[in-house]
């Protein structure tokens, strides 16, 4: 049973990391697609142009939301003030009223008024508390729009400032890459295939001249073999000239030691 358990882990760590490892080759072939050319690092800063565009709108709009709600916040605080001034004034007039009622011996209208005073005060404490709500609202609102906006702005700026981020990345590839060109062919990295028309010329001329060099080394090892043989001929020749020298020698010693030749008085070579 353990040993089921076991194999069912291990087949499922397989496929797991199966499917993460093919996630993350489509990932660095899709990054490969962007950093292993200019093209691909130009394509990269125009994508992210598109991205922070469509953000920037939908964040300006988002913001313009926030800042027309906060505006009607702010008609509303607007006429509840002027409603708020009203009902003080109504209020003060019904306190009015009952002071001189009260001065006069009036108990109606002291009545009447003070009736009319206690609902004014209530609309005023209402008024009041509802305008505080308001101004502390538009406040936190005012806050936040605030610090959007400058997030705002800093997207702005980004978009302003990405035509020379991309510029200056693509100009960091390509001078980076030709140094790491030059480098490698000063270290003889270089394949042939990369190889210009130039290196070509370089190549061709230094083969033709080692087929000159070579070509010199061996008409002079031919010149050097004809002598020797020349030398080998002479001194055959001489060893024959001196072999038949002794020849003669020995049939001239027999013809005298016979008596059928004269003695020859010259020197004859020494047996």
């Known amino acids: 049973m353990a040993e089921?358990?076991?194999?069912?882990?291990?087949?499922?760590?397989?496929v797991t990391f199966y499917k993460l490892r093919k996630a993350l080759g489509l990932v660095r072939a899709a990054d490969a697609q962007f950093t292993s050319s200019a093209d691909g690092i130009s394509d990269a800063y125009d994508i992210h142009h598109e991205q922070l565009v469509r953000e920037y709108k939908e964040f300006f709009n988002a913001l313009s939301e926030v800042e027309s709600a906060v505006e009607s916040k702010r008609g509303r605080l607007k006429e509840l003030q002027q409603k708020h001034k009203e009902a003080q004034k109504a209020l003060d007039g019904a306190i009015s009223v009952y002071t001189k009622a009260q001065a006069a011996g009036d108990q109606k209208t002291m009545e009447t008024s003070e009736k009319d005073g206690e609902a004014f005060r209530q609309d005023v404490a209402r008024m009041e508390e509802q305008e505080k709500g308001l101004q502390e609202d538009i406040a936190a609102?005012?806050?936040?729009?605030?610090?959007?906006?400058?997030?705002?702005?800093?997207?702005?700026?980004?978009?302003?400032?990405?035509?020379?981020?991309?510029?200056?990345?693509?100009?960091?590839?390509?001078?980076?890459?030709?140094?790491?060109?030059?480098?490698?062919?000063?270290?003889?990295?270089?394949?042939?295939?990369d190889s210009g028309p130039i290196d070509a010329v370089r190549k061709a001329n230094m083969d033709l001249a080692a087929k000159a060099r070579v070509s010199g080394r061996l008409a002079g090892a031919d010149a050097d073999h004809k002598r020797e043989q020349y030398i080998n001929a002479g001194e055959q020749s001489t060893a024959s000239s001196d072999f038949k020298k002794l020849v003669e020698a020995r049939k001239a010693e027999k013809e005298q030691a016979t008596g059928t030749a004269p003695a020859n008085t010259e020197d004859r070579p020494k047996i």
């Open 4 to 14: 089921e358990v076991g194999l069912f882990s291990a087949l499922w760590r397989f």
């Open 141 to 193: 609102q005012e806050g936040k729009i605030t610090d959007l906006e400058g997030r705002l702005t800093s997207m702005q700026r980004e978009i302003g400032n990405l035509s020379v981020e991309k510029a200056d990345a693509i100009a960091d590839f390509v001078s980076n890459k030709k140094l790491i060109e030059a480098q490698e062919r000063l270290m003889g990295l270089k394949s042939r295939i």
